[in-house]
T-cell receptor
Framework: QQQVKQSPQSLIVQKGGISIINCAYE??????FPWYQQFPGKGPALLIA?????SEKKEGRFTISFNKSAKQFSLHIMDSQPGDSATYFC????????????????FGKGTKLSVKP | GAVVSQHPSRVICKSGTSVKIECRSL??????MFWYRQFPKKSLMLMAT?????????EQGVEKDKFLINHASLTLSTLTVTSAHPEDSSFYIC???????????FGPGTRLTVT
């Protein structure tokens, strides 16, 4: 049972456009929602993260929108650039409880973004 | 963000041999370290979680005797793939998490090829 569903699987956007990737989760115990960017042959890099006490978080061209009632969150990339072409993963985790298994990230299946010049 | 390194970045070994991968947190103390495996064009699959000084907790289906994990210090964890076989060929990625938050920082990954 996949606990974090990510869509679309792939996305093509023109340079300067807005890229939108969506994720939905099932477990209401999740309280941390990060997005990771991964280039081919590299490890994922933490891009931006949000907690459920806010509905939106913006860092530069990247914005997370969070809808707690719908159990959905999305990543918006404004003014998309060819350098943004990568695979993006959403994830979710429960509150960290040191010594236990809480806090392990549950990943979506990823979205491959291609930004065309 | 915090920096995690992995060594080696690529390794080729013969079937039946063992290979060790090191994961280091360079600018923070990783109370918990995680090891993932990633197949081409797939998401990350958690293999095991380890807290410093404790035995690793392995995910279901991951052989603990084959994938030996040591987390001896707050900045170093190692994954040893014992008696490697071609089906162990994969991209292995570690991550670290400090004691003050939920953020996980990933290493650059190690490409293992078993011939």
């Amino acid at each position: 049972q996949q606990q974090v569903k990510q869509s679309p699987q792939s996305l093509i956007v023109q340079k300067g456009g807005i890229s939108i990737i969506n994720c939905a989760y099932e477990n209401t115990a999740f309280d941390y929602f990060p997005w990771y960017q991964q280039f081919p042959g590299k490890g994922p890099a933490l891009l931006i993260a949000i907690r459920p006490d806010v509905s939106e978080k913006k860092e530069g061209r990247f914005t997370i929108s969070f809808n707690k009632s719908a159990k959905q969150f999305s990543l918006h990339i404004m003014d998309s650039q060819p350098g943004d072409s990568a695979t993006y993963f959403c994830a979710a985790s429960k509150k960290v409880n040191y010594g236990g298994s809480q806090g392990n990230l549950i990943f979506g299946k990823g979205t491959k973004l291609s930004v065309k010049p | 963000g915090a920096v995690v390194s992995q060594h080696p970045s690529r390794v080729i070994c013969k079937s039946g041999t063992s290979v060790k991968i090191e994961c280091r947190s360079l600018d923070f103390q990783a109370t918990t370290m995680f090891w993932y495996r990633q197949f081409p064009k797939k998401s990350l699959m958690l293999m095991a979680t380890s807290n410093e000084g404790s035995k690793a907790t392995y995910e279901q289906g991951v052989e603990k005797d084959k994938f030996l994990i040591n987390h001896a210090s707050l900045t170093l964890s190692t994954l040893t793939v014992t008696s490697a076989h071609p089906e162990d060929s994969s991209f292995y990625i570690c991550s670290g998490r400090g004691s003050s938050g939920s953020e996980q920082y990933f290493g650059p990954g190690t490409r293992l090829t078993v011939t």
